[in-house]
């Protein structure tokens, strides 16, 4: 008898064990997991508090704030799901992605022909131009055309077609691909390269965060496509909310699009 009790003692603490184990489990499904690099101002950025509406990410004490974040918060909003921002290295996002650990990409990412044969995306939510950083006062800050920068050292972020584009450059010093946009910053402030190809916001960016910085606009520039220079959401191939995230982006217009990234330019953290 003392036995049984014994075993149904065990069973009921098990069986509580495991309500509790689950009730304490978050339920991923009323989330939407957002994955960016958090390093692309004025796209996405870290900060260490909430200033400026930035959302805590996710398992750390930062925040991430940006224009990527406000779409985030709109398309959150709008799918009825809590808003989590995960922090992914550049080349880890597309992985992540793809096995389920995010829901999508908001990263200042561009619907490559490339990309695509990996992941579906939405419609565009931005659309940018080329241009070179530089330092002000340098060599090139007066630069117009791609001939301009022959013999410069030229880098980018590696795995973007940034860097593949430099080839057009002709007799340019193309250098190694750096992982981030904050590394680029450095190698260009202390004279390791000339200039990085960018998109105009993060030069914008750049060049409003640093007084040593500027950038080019070229009236002779780099040949692109239109999704090369586009931006968009990456979703897996298949998600079904890829409809529900396209109606939402068609309803922000193109004044709220400009209005949310001069925001974003102007909140932006203060180059160190």
Request: one cysteine or more; a negative charge.
């Amino acid at each position: 008898m003392g036995r049984k009790i014994g075993s149904i003692l065990m069973t009921l603490v098990l069986a509580v064990s495991v309500l509790a184990g689950c009730a304490s489990k978050t339920d991923t499904s009323k989330q939407f997991r957002v994955g960016m690099e958090a390093g692309y101002a004025p796209f996405n950025w870290t900060q260490m508090d909430d200033k400026n509406g930035a959302v805590k990410i996710d398992g750390a004490s930062e925040y991430a704030g940006g224009y990527d974040v406000e779409i985030a918060k709109k398309l959150a909003a709008g799918l009825g799901k809590e808003l989590v921002i995960v922090k992914v290295e550049w080349d880890g996002l597309v992985q992540m992605l793809t096995s389920n650990k995010i829901d999508a990409i908001i990263a200042g990412m561009s619907p490559t022909e490339e990309r695509k044969k990996t992941i579906d995306f939405s419609a565009n939510y931005y659309k940018s131009d080329l241009i070179m950083v530089v330092k002000k006062g340098g060599a090139y800050e007066n630069a117009k055309t791609l001939k301009d920068f022959t013999g410069a050292k030229v880098t980018a972020q590696l795995n973007t077609f940034h860097y593949s584009v430099i080839d057009q450059i002709p007799g340019v010093s193309k250098e190694t691909a750096m992982s981030d946009f904050p590394a680029m910053r450095v190698a260009l402030e202390s004279g390791i390269i000339d200039g990085y190809v960018s998109e105009r916001p993060e030069g914008v960016s750049a060049s409003s965060a640093n007084e040593n910085f500027a950038f080019v606009d070229f009236t002779e520039g780099f040949v692109t496509s239109e999704d090369d220079t586009a931006i968009a959401v990456g979703v897996r191939k298949g998600y079904d909310l890829t409809s529900k995230i396209n109606e939402i982006l068609a309803k922000i217009s193109e004044d709220e699009r400009i209005s949310i990234m001069d925001a974003a330019i102007k909140n932006q953290p203060s180059a160190k």
